[in-house]
């Protein structure tokens, strides 16, 4: 059984920064999806379980970076220049599919319950 676990949501002003983490019970690709009220979860990044690559939405490409350490099986997002439209529940996920960038939600079988961020303007 994976498991996984975000942290490290709040509330903050617009143009700050914030870091997500996820802790993973064993080592996988691993993909960051948000989600605002009224909207579908939308993907975010993806690292491969090596960390080694890395694969961003066009709308957090340059302002977010994922990153892993595989000493604690931890994922992090790091977000930067934060807007108020990044408001949203976010999730870490975990699949085993074979494509390792892969942005379909269908692909991933394992989700950590979110944790809220709020940016506010």
């Known amino acids: 059984q994976v498991e996984l676990v975000e942290s490290g949501g709040g509330l903050v002003q617009a143009g700050d920064s914030l870091r997500l983490s996820c802790a993973a019970s064993g080592r996988y690709d691993i993909g960051w999806f948000r989600r605002d009220p009224g909207k579908e979860r939308e993907f975010v990044a993806v690292i491969s379980w090596s960390g080694d690559s890395t694969y961003y939405a066009e709308s957090v490409k340059g302002r977010f970076t994922i990153s892993r350490d595989n000493a604690t099986n931890t994922v992090y997002l790091q977000m930067d220049s934060l807007k108020p439209e990044d408001t949203a529940v976010y999730y870490c996920?975990?699949?085993?599919?074979?494509?390792?960038?892969?942005?379909?939600?269908?692909?991933?079988?394992?989700w950590g319950p979110g944790t809220q961020v709020t940016v506010s303007s």
């Open positions: 996920a975990a699949h085993t599919a074979t494509f390792w960038a892969t942005t379909r939600l269908r692909d991933y079988d394992y």
